[in-house]
């Protein structure tokens, strides 16, 4: 049954922000997918025929991906100060670190919101899980790397889970309070959810969909990816096919009660959402036009409600003020080569925003001149993936320091401030990308999501849908690097001598 669910998984893969086809039945598909079967195999028979040069290919480049997570797992004591893999049954295509529920002296433990995209054999959920996050320089170099691919991790436990109505495309938190979460699936809609007061439910065939606290209204197609929660006031935006950017405000439907859920209250106790109905509707407070094709991704401006951006497959940067009407403030005209993914604003300083494309590369654009002859003029390309990107994210601790994440498998951790900075010979390697210092290659598909941790420095999690690579399911993993590799030259030189003198002290002493 698990190796049938995952392989029709494979079927609903998606390439970077395309949407999948309609599931066919397994029987129907098998008729229907004969004739191109056959014409396979007799393209295979040559050995110059294209589905034989194509399979090959597919061959080498899974071969390729092996041979380099072999590498990366070796080194995996040395790079990292923690790391733990957990396999998903499901691939989870987002997931956002909730609120903190306790620490102690060796670890913390947090919440982590996952999802699971199904096969329809069993409905698609929202979950929350318990993550315990161990402390830094505590695990032992040894057993970080002793993981087995196909195990869940110690570290994750299932916590409660949401029968979603369709799947969950994306996941974002309140700031003001990040128990309560804003999804998307496959609808027009914005789904609001009080993850703590909603009942812990049985993911089974049949099963009716958990009811949303709140259902945000206003856009006219489906609204699949673009979405953001305000760290200023609890506004909520969103992009969608219909190439509008949403905007609503839920600040009068959240009470001033903040629940602790470390308290462990029993589920069900009751809503800070406040209920006028069954799941009631909020129309938008503005709907904004300017794009010319989907919206993918959307951002607030960190310090306004009012100011915001977008981009899209139009290959367009937008930027909005809603106190200046409907249209745009200033629209970057080819910001990127190619569709736009994803956006993030600087929370540091707002002159900052990062765009990832299908074109492979991340930019980094002044809001004070975004654009030269008409065109998107960034002040930095970063080019150091192999496939689109498909996330990226500023760092809550470091102002120059982000991620960002792609379907070549990579997590990039770029340094701006490190862009045109000389480096010693030997201190790094020539064919690396200005600017970039780290590179997590612990996945072996296309990472989908990321998250820093606001209460860790350092630590991330990140999501990947293995499809592509063994046919259905995903990785999870929570993963923190070596300070080594960030902190100052001065002080990591300074710690190596003084560990290298122990070394040599307890040498001559035995």
């Not at 029987?27 to 194509?54: C, F, H, M, Y």
């Not at 480049?61 to 995996?76: E, F, G």
């Not at 995209?117 to 790397?145: F, M, W, Y």
Request: a negative charge.
């Amino acid at each position: 049954m698990e190796s049938q669910s995952q392989g029709a998984v494979k079927e609903k893969g998606k390439r970077g922000r395309k949407r999948k086809e309609k599931i066919v039945e397994p029987a129907a598909q098998a008729d229907i997918e004969e004739p191109e079967a056959e014409e396979e195999r007799e393209n295979t028979t040559s050995a110059g025929g294209v589905g034989g040069a194509k399979m090959r290919g597919r061959q080498n480049q899974l071969s390729t991906v092996d041979d380099k997570y072999i590498q990366w797992k070796s080194l995996v004591p040395v790079l990292y100060d923690w790391l733990a893999n957990h396999n998903l049954l499901w691939p989870s295509l987002s997931c956002r670190w909730g609120p903190q529920l306790e620490q102690s002296t060796f670890k913390s433990r947090q919440r982590l919101y996952l999802s699971e995209q199904t096969d329809g054999s069993v409905p698609n959920t929202l979950v929350i899980t318990n993550c315990d996050i161990v402390k830094p320089r505590v695990a032992a170099a040894e057993h970080i790397s002793q993981f087995n691919e196909e195990a869940r991790s110690p570290f994750v436990k299932k916590y409660k889970t949401i029968v979603h109505p369709g799947e969950v495309n994306r996941i974002r938190e309140l700031p003001q309070n990040n128990q309560i979460v804003a999804t998307h699936t496959d609808s027009p809609d914005v789904l609001i959810w009080d993850l703590e007061s909603q009942p812990n439910r049985h993911a089974v065939l049949g099963a009716t969909p958990s009811r949303p606290d709140l259902i945000l209204t206003g856009h006219q197609e489906n609204a699949e990816f673009a979405l953001a929660m305000c760290p200023a006031e609890p506004y909520v935006l969103s992009g969608g096919k219909d190439r509008t950017v949403v905007l609503w405000s839920i600040h009068d439907h959240i009470s001033g009660t903040v629940s602790d859920p470390s308290t462990n209250k029993p589920q069900g106790s009751g809503s800070i959402i406040k209920q006028n109905g069954d799941s009631p509707s909020i129309g938008p407070r503005g709907i904004f036009q300017g794009h010319e094709d989907t919206v993918e991704d959307v951002q607030f401006c960190p310090k306004s409600s009012q100011e915001f951006c977008s981009v899209g497959d139009d290959s367009c940067l937008i930027l909005w003020d809603a106190r200046s009407g409907s249209i745009p403030v200033v629209k970057v005209e080819k910001a990127h080569n190619a569709d736009l993914h994803c956006v993030d604003w600087n929370p540091f300083d707002e002159n900052y925003i990062l765009t990832g494309s299908a074109d492979n590369s991340v930019r980094m654009f002044d809001r004070r001149n975004l654009t030269s002859g008409g065109i998107g003029s960034p002040i930095y390309k970063f080019e150091g993936h192999k496939a689109a990107v498909l996330c990226v994210q500023w760092s809550p601790q470091n102002p120059t320091v982000f991620g960002s994440a792609a379907e070549d498998g990579l997590l990039n951790i770029w340094d701006y401030e490190k862009v045109g900075t000389k480096k010693e010979p030997g201190t790094r390697a020539m064919s690396s990308p200005p600017g970039l210092f780290f590179q997590h290659a612990g996945h072996r598909d296309k990472v989908v999501d990321f998250h820093w941790n606001a209460f860790d420095p350092w630590t991330i999690v990140s999501v990947s849908d293995d499809c592509e690579s063994s046919g259905g399911g995903g990785t999870l993993q929570i993963w923190r690097m070596s300070d080594l590799i960030y902190r100052p030259e001065e002080e990591v030189l300074a710690e190596l001598e003084q560990f290298k003198s122990h070394v040599l002290t307890c040498t001559s002493k035995s």
